[in-house]
């Protein structure tokens, strides 16, 4: 699930990713295009629900592709994105549009 906040301030818009509480993991990380794909760069924190969340500024008028990265090994994507593309992994990756 995505959660967009735009800023008055500037041209950004301030998103919040979530899982879903059915991914059962012990870390999750949010990769994609925002983050060079870097598996450490934005851990998400776990939330009471089940859940894990982070939250990225990311500059207006352009899609990023992101996946989640659970416990090192398990990728999964966000089916309340905005839209998925094909990825050379023979899967789909997210996309995310602000």
């Known amino acids: 699930m995505l959660k967009k ?6 041209s950004a818009c301030k998103v919040t990713f979530y ?3 059915e991914l059962e993991a012990e ?9 060079q794909w870097a598996p450490d760069a934005t851990p998400m924190k776990p939330l009471k629900d089940g ?7 990311l500059p207006k008028d352009k ?14 994507n966000d089916w309340g994105a905005d839209q ?3 990825n050379p992994f023979c ?5 995310v549009e602000v």
């Open 63 to 76: 899609t990023y592709q992101f996946r989640y990265l659970a416990d090192d090994s398990e990728w999964h």
């Open 27 to 35: 870390k999750v990380v949010l990769v994609g295009e925002f983050n």
């Open 5 to 10: 906040q735009y800023l008055k301030s500037r």
């Open 19 to 21: 899982t879903s509480p």
């Open 84 to 86: 998925y593309v094909p």
């Open 51 to 57: 859940r894990f969340k982070a939250t990225v500024e």
């Open 91 to 95: 899967g789909d990756n997210s996309v």
